[in-house]
């Protein structure tokens, strides 16, 4: 009998939450509650731009055995009955005298046995999406069932990607690939900047993007002084070295990686800059292998960027990728998370040319058994020029 799925077949869902079940086991769970839009998603295959609106929470339920259970708010439940999800129960939200504390609590108590365990992400990299004071009265309602920390139990699963999540993954790349070749056409001297990140992000959305979550980046002589900032209306002037970095989404599935670009001729410092960082994630993409620890890939950067004479930059140096814009682990020096095949990451070193003057590149790979598989375009070796 053919499923309702949406993204993915049913069966890719059912293996997730059969994987999270099995690390539920391991970990002493009975239920796990989900609340984040990504773990919602992961889960249901429930995709929607709806998350922007605060007003309202949604709950999915993973039992011990067996399938999930939506708690949602009535306004989805025709889309969550396209997913593969089948228990589907609704309340009128936004209610402000019982926005689904009851439904939720009731749920929980008919799922988990009167001395359960139930797992809700807590740690680093997640959030409970449902006001702190129903969390608290759900707390209540439910003992002595208690709520745990599921943070290693969620991540653990969602951290190792299907080809069907890697395939999308790289779908995402191309897409931002084929913007990004499309940059010396709205990026030259005298652009506004604001005016290059909306024409960067039409040229995403018309090579296939379904929306354009971030963008950001800089512009400035030599270099950039960091790679957050919103774009002001300051013109792209010779000598500017101009970077553009996105998250572009496509069927939930996030791209991120920049490229950076010089105005007219290349000063040799930016060209230097440029030759390091490419070179330290050359070292690093022939380097990694399953079995590493995150702070390895920090310090493999950092040591190839000094071998290069080039001063690294500070803060982590890459991260996981996947359905959301950044995912554990974080290329830090004291993060030991270990590298597994089957993870989608970003190298992303940086390097400080003058004070407040940096560059950064960045890839994305997915980490094999006998290596690193690029899933965006390799950047030049040498600093690309935009003439007038």
């Known amino acids: 009998m053919h499923e309702n799925s949406l993204i993915f077949p049913a069966g890719e869902y059912r293996e997730r939450v059969a994987r999270l079940q099995?690390?539920?086991?391991?970990?002493?769970?009975?239920?796990?509650?989900l609340t984040a839009p990504?773990?919602?998603?992961?889960?249901t295959g429930f995709l929607t731009r709806f998350w922007e609106s605060p007003a309202r929470p949604w709950f999915i339920?993973?039992?011990a055995q067996g399938d999930p259970v939506a708690v949602i708010p009535s306004i989805g439940a025709d889309l969550m009955r396209r997913t593969w999800m089948r228990d589907i129960r609704t309340w009128s939200a936004p209610d402000p005298r019982d926005d689904g504390v009851s439904l939720l609590s009731?749920?929980?108590c008919g799922t988990v046995p009167t001395e359960g365990r139930i797992g809700v992400p807590m740690g680093l990299e997640t959030h409970v999406r449902m006001p702190m004071a129903d969390y608290l009265q759900v707390s209540a309602r439910i003992a002595p069932r208690r709520f745990v920390d599921a943070t290693d139990t969620v991540q653990r699963v969602r951290e190792i990607k299907t080809e069907a999540e890697i395939a999308k993954i790289r779908t995402a790349c191309s897409i931002a690939d084929r913007a990004?070749?499309?940059?010396p056409e709205f990026a030259r001297e005298g652009t506004p900047l604001d005016q290059v990140f909306r024409a960067f992000q039409i040229a995403l959305l018309d090579e296939g993007a379904d929306w354009v979550s971030y963008v950001a980046g800089g512009a400035g002589q030599g270099g950039y002084g960091d790679v957050i900032s919103p774009a002001g209306p300051q013109p792209l002037a010779r000598g500017d070295i101009l970077m553009l970095d996105t998250g572009a989404v496509r069927d939930g599935y996030f791209c991120d990686f920049d490229r950076n670009y010089a105005i007219g001729r290349a000063s040799d410092a930016a060209k230097r800059a440029h030759a390091a960082l490419y070179r330290a994630t050359e070292t690093a993409l022939e380097t990694l292998r399953p079995g590493m620890l995150a702070c390895d890939v920090h310090r493999i950067l950092t040591e190839a960027l000094a071998r290069e004479g080039a001063d690294p930059?500070?803060?982590r140096l890459g991260h996981g990728l996947g359905i959301t814009l950044t995912e554990w682990p974080s290329f830090t020096p004291l993060d030991t998370t270990p590298l597994r095949e089957g993870m989608v990451l970003t190298l992303e070193p940086g390097v400080c040319i003058a004070p407040d003057t940096i560059m950064v590149h960045e890839e994305n790979l997915v980490l094999r058994a006998d290596g690193c598989e690029l899933l965006s375009t390799r950047a030049p070796a040498?600093?690309?020029?935009?003439e007038a």
């Not at 990504?38 to 889960?43: H, L, Q, R």
């Not at 040498?382 to 935009?386: S, T």
Request: glycine fraction near 12%; proline fraction near 6%.
């Open 106 to 108: 009731d749920t929980l």
């Open 313 to 315: 930059g500070g803060g």
């Open 382 to 386: 040498e600093l690309p020029e935009i």
């Open 22 to 33: 099995r690390k539920m086991d391991e970990d002493g769970l009975d239920a796990l509650l």
């Open 38 to 43: 990504a773990d919602v998603f992961y889960v």
């Open 180 to 183: 990004y070749a499309r940059v």
């Open 61 to 63: 339920v993973v039992p």
